[in-house]
């Protein structure tokens, strides 16, 4: 709740939380430096591994894996809570088969900002946003590959923007995402199974393809789809 933390090669396995972060949440002027570690198996009400409430949180080179949140961010979560103070810096590593009940099945950033830098999200199950959910502030993503993953309701298979956030999103493959919502037993298309842009995006040198049932749509504005 105060200083500062570092993570180093550690592995958190099976932990289990009923507010936020199964295995790490932190709250207050805290700078986060998690490198080179495993989050597999965490449960949470949100934020299934990482909870991140008006902290500065930079992950590099770990992985998250089968993490789970009640509610948003399956894997992360980032939240201003007090004030817009709140940012991510995430740089490489893979999150696979997360899984969120509300929005972000990887990630969900709703901060001032959130930045994902070479990483790869597969796999990875939320309402909308299913690799990742802006619904504050500002995202740029670049060399990121988001494939397999899937919004079961309020679309955006790969990226769900919210009314009023930005995104730029440079270099990256946006690929083979599904968004569909679930209604007795037959699934039909949601808009965005790529991206989802309620915002601003912008896209520059970006492979957006394959996504079901297209790969850009919202009433945003979206440059480069």
């Known amino acids: 709740w105060a200083g500062s933390v570092a993570i180093s090669r550690s592995v958190f396995t099976g932990n289990t939380s009923t507010g936020g972060g199964g295995a790490l949440a932190t709250s207050?002027?805290?700078t986060s430096t998690i490198a080179g570690s495993q989050f597999s198996g965490n449960r949470a009400h949100t934020g299934g591994a990482v909870q991140s409430y008006?902290?500065?949180?930079?992950?590099?080179?770990?992985?998250?894996?089968r993490n789970v949140a009640g509610q948003g961010g399956g894997a992360i979560e980032v939240s201003p809570f007090i004030d817009a103070g709140a940012s991510a810096q995430i740089t490489g590593g893979t999150f696979t088969a997360n899984?969120?009940?509300?929005?972000?099945?990887?990630?969900?950033?709703?901060?001032?900002?959130a930045t994902v830098t070479g990483s790869r999200l597969a796999g990875n199950v939320g309402t909308g946003g299913g690799g990742i959910a802006v619904t504050a502030g500002t995202l740029t993503v670049s060399r990121a590959h988001l494939t397999g993953n899937q919004a079961t309701k309020l679309g955006g298979g790969g990226i769900h923007l919210a009314a009023g956030t930005t995104a730029t999103i440079t270099n990256?493959?946006?690929?083979?995402?599904?968004?569909f919502a679930i209604f007795g037993v037959s699934p039909y298309p949601v808009a965005g199974g790529g991206l989802l842009n309620l915002g601003t995006a912008t896209?520059?040198?970006d492979d957006v393809s394959l996504n079901d049932p297209d790969d850009c749509a919202g009433s945003g504005t979206t440059t480069g789809c």
Do not use: D, Y
């Open 203 to 205: 896209l520059t040198g």
């Open 99 to 113: 899984r969120s009940g509300g929005v972000g099945g990887a990630v969900l950033a709703a901060a001032k900002s």
């Open 28 to 30: 207050g002027n805290i």
């Open 54 to 65: 008006v902290s500065l949180v930079r992950i590099s080179s770990s992985t998250f894996e």
């Open 172 to 179: 990256s493959a946006i690929v083979q995402n599904r968004s």
